[in-house]
């Protein structure tokens, strides 16, 4: 097997499911047996990304017939989409590669019962930190559009945002079927259980969540369901003022890109009743061990739960916010003690010919005056932020 190098990339292959590359290895000559690789420490990342970073790509071809195919295909190709620029990225969201790589390798990763638009499929590495998301070719072609742009407004808000954190870009093909994929920074905290999630877009037509979804273990719920529920987000002045103001900064940019048809994704954390759980599941575990014979029920030394939080021990509804960047605490006199989790995602909806045209047969449909989600982007980024004001208190 020959790892070659393209563009001035270099790639290897890690285990995300199958396989997924990485820039930063020794080009180097395999036979058809897997070794074991060491990080190359000297590759020099430039200080500066040149115009050809944003159209790079590495590529791995994979022939391996003796390999076991129950665990992966012995013939498969990978590329990885402009590396350096998801490299820096990744730095300046404060992300260690080495520890990146961990998340993605050292288990195999979690499949989610959430779907998204067009059948997305998503998994969470195993220390749920960050999320693997199937995406279309469409979706890899608007990401090349932007990714100047976008990187360029990272650069200028110091990594402080609400839109997606975009980590990586890559494309599988087995057997002539190609999966996209891209990886993000999860929302949702790695060791804050969530127990509600909405999806709000500031649109009241058809924005609520069907039975189907409300059946699901984990429902995602939408605008409809939020205003029904009662629901607020009671976070302090300060709090308040921050989160604004980025939502404010990152709609605007969204919508000099014409994007649109984005939303807001909250999950809210109850503090009392995470606690309450933890009792339970404590006394539980007592009951067991007591049955058992004298016998310790512990975890493995190596599972992900000894992995994560090893610095220190966190009270209940604290949280690292250097992990858990999304994450804003309930203020002291919120009627319940909650911590959110809320950022922007799916954002690479542009308002194109075929929004157009939706946006007129939903307006023909519905009247003019009727909130719809497919409007163009400046109404979309006011409406939505208009909307998203209401639910702070």
């Not at 992300?95 to 195999?108: K, M, P, R």
């Amino acid at each position: 097997m020959l790892i070659t190098k393209v563009c001035g990339c270099y790639i290897c292959n890690i285990g995300i499911g199958h396989t997924f590359p990485c820039p930063y290895w020794e080009t180097t000559t395999f036979d058809s047996h897997f070794k074991t690789r060491t990080l190359n420490s000297h590759v020099q990342i430039p200080i500066m990304l040149m115009p050809d970073d944003f159209k790079a790509y590495s590529k791995i071809k994979v022939d391996n017939h003796l390999f076991n195919k129950e665990n992966m295909p012995s013939h498969f190709k990978f590329k990885e989409y402009c590396p350096l620029v998801f490299r820096n990225l990744r730095e300046r969201f404060s992300i260690d590669d080495h520890d990146f790589q961990n998340s993605l390798t050292h288990s195999a990763p979690l499949v989610s019962e959430a779907q998204g638009r067009s059948g997305a499929r998503f998994h969470t590495s195993y220390d749920k930190r960050y999320v693997i998301k199937t995406i279309s070719s469409e979706d890899v072609a608007e990401m090349h559009n932007i990714l100047k742009k976008y990187h360029q407004y990272i650069v200028e808000c110091h990594g402080t945002t609400l839109l997606p954190q975009f980590l990586g870009m890559y494309r599988l093909t087995v057997d002539g079927d190609e999966t996209y994929m891209i990886i993000t920074r999860n929302v949702f905290s790695h060791r804050l259980s969530v127990y509600k999630k909405y999806d709000l877009k500031g649109s009241t037509v058809a924005r609520e969540a069907s039975d189907k979804e409300k059946a699901k273990e984990f429902p995602t719920y939408k605008d409809n369901d939020f205003i029904n529920d009662g629901q607020k987000i009671y976070i302090d002045e300060e709090s308040k003022k921050t989160f604004l103001d980025k939502l404010r900064k990152d709609v605007e940019f969204l919508a000099l890109l014409k994007l649109m048809d984005y939303s807001l994704l909250v999950g809210i954390h109850d503090v009392e009743r995470a606690e309450q759980e933890e009792v339970e599941s404590e006394d539980n575990e007592g009951e067991e061990e007591g049955e058992s014979d004298g016998g310790i029920i512990g975890t493995p030394p190596d599972s992900p739960s000894n992995t994560l939080d090893s610095a220190k021990p966190l009270s209940p509804g604290d949280f690292d916010p250097s992990i858990d960047v999304y994450a804003i605490k309930s203020h002291d006199n919120s009627p319940r003690k909650e911590v959110y989790f809320m950022a922007v995602i799916d954002i690479l909806q542009h308002y194109d010919a075929k929004k157009k045209a939706a946006h007129a047969a939903k307006t023909v449909k519905h009247g003019a005056g009727a909130e719809i989600s497919t409007v163009n982007p400046e109404q979309y980024s006011k409406r939505f932020y208009d909307f998203i004001t209401t639910i702070l208190p």
